[in-house]
């Protein structure tokens, strides 16, 4: 039975007349009021030129709740999927984003007959599809954050294309899709298998070990990091492991290696003004960063307790390590008193004790860790614009 022929208050009417009921004001409001108050708040952005609260609006006022509800649930499960972007017609929505239009579907006498055609293309989404258009409506994904449906048509691109040299280029997307969604060891898996293509060329192998590279550094494993990026030197002309290399020495704190590198880039003529002048500001402020040695803020506690985390500036942690250490000892000596002066079992005192202590050696080691997590965290701040460069230079 075609949608149309479903409606609450519009049957037996012409369905292009616009409904009345007691239910369709109350619905109306509660999309309005998603549409002025959730909506833009939320990151997911719908891939359609109407968005799927607009297509609910406009079909509650043309076919009333039940009809306009029933087409809302079709429309959001039935076309609004990965597979959409082989079904659509594709509009350019401004800002880089990709839009699809199925505008028509909302005015379809018979919807049931464009669902299955929609149905027939979506059993087989790439039938009619050349590689270059996959490719880029794949990469229109990617640049839209849809990490997950892009790497699904890289994938199809890789199982049935005769095309090699796009083959390995889908294979360097679904590591920057990994990347994009924090899947880091899957990333890794993948450039591990790519790097064992013999036909990769040098400067697709300095691309993935770049992008290795940078992978490593997200998880702060630096040593690694430094050596994928050194790895990537050999084929590289864009100098980007290199200034990769120096945002690692930037955020290990090495700042006269981080410097030498900077400044090798420039001996060569490297034009990237930007990024080069925020590493040179970064270096600068590194220089005159005030870090915390971890060893002093743990004897610092270990003398009185928490003033190891006054040191580290972190004075709530502070108050809350004296106030449990000096607590628990305060306890632990009066049940001595008391046990004491009764001559009664000591258990109160050992139970005490071992409190007092187990929260005194926590102190120390919270004061220690306090230390690391700060200088790790003004590291990161001073890196963040760095990095942000160097993540539009990787694209």
């Known amino acids: ?26 619905v109306l409001s509660l999309i309005h009021y998603y549409q002025q108050h959730i909506s833009p708040n939320s990151i997911q952005r719908c891939p359609f030129e109407i968005s799927c609260s607009h297509f609910a609006e406009e079909a509650v ?7 306009g509800l029933i087409r809302t649930i079709d429309r959001y499960y039935y076309r609004e999927n990965r597979q959409a972007f082989a079904i659509y017609e594709r509009v350019d929505g ?16 018979d919807p049931s007959a464009q669902r299955f055609v929609a149905d027939e293309l979506r059993s087989d989404p790439a039938a009619e599809l050349s590689d270059a258009q996959m490719m880029s409506w794949a990469d229109q994904l990617y640049h839209q954050q ?20 796009l083959v390995r280029q889908c294979k360097v997307m679904k590591i920057r899709c ?18 064992g293509d013999t036909l990769l060329t040098a400067a697709e192998q300095a691309e993935v070990e770049t992008l290795v590279g940078y992978t490593y550094m997200q998880q702060r494993i630096f040593p690694l990091a430094e050596t994928h990026f050194r790895k ?15 945002l690692v020495a930037l955020q290990s704190g090495n700042w006269r290696k981080s410097d030498s590198l900077r400044l090798e880039l420039l001996s060569v ?7 080069m002048a925020e590493w040179g500001r970064g270096i600068e402020k590194g220089r005159d960063l005030k870090l915390r040695s971890p060893l002093l803020a743990a004897s610092f506690s270990a003398v009185i307790p928490g003033s ?19 607590g628990f000892a305060w306890a632990t000596y009066m049940a001595y008193r008391y046990e004491s002066s009764f001559h009664k079992p000591r258990i109160g005192t050992v139970i005490g004790g071992s409190l007092t202590l187990a929260f005194y050696t926590a102190n120390i080691w919270g004061a220690k860790q306090t230390a690391i997590y700060r200088n790790m965290r003004m590291r990161d701040d001073l890196c963040r614009p760095m990095r942000e460069r160097f993540e539009e230079l990787m694209e």
């Not at 401004?94 to 006498?109: F, Q």
């Not at 849809?146 to 040299?165: I, K």
């Open 146 to 165: 849809e990490y997950a449906d892009a790497r699904m048509l890289y994938d199809r691109l890789v199982l049935f294309s005769e095309d090699q040299q």
């Open 1 to 26: 039975m075609p949608l149309s022929s479903f409606g609450d208050e519009t049957d037996g009417q012409d369905s292009a007349k616009p409904a009345s009921g007691f239910f369709r004001t109350p």
């Open 308 to 326: 190891g985390q006054f040191y580290c500036q972190h004075q709530f942690d502070g108050v809350q390590a004296f106030t449990f250490v000096a």
């Open 61 to 67: 006022q043309r076919y009333g709740v039940t009809g």
């Open 232 to 246: 990537a030197l050999d084929g590289d002309t864009t100098g980007v492991p290199q200034v990769g290399l120096g």
């Open 269 to 275: 003529g490297e034009s990237q003004p930007d990024i």
């Open 178 to 195: 990994y990347i994009g969604e924090k899947r880091y060891q899957n990333a890794v898996i993948q450039a591990s298998e790519l790097l």
């Open 94 to 109: 401004g800002e880089g984003r990709l839009l699809l239009d199925d505008a028509a579907y909302l005015l379809d006498p």
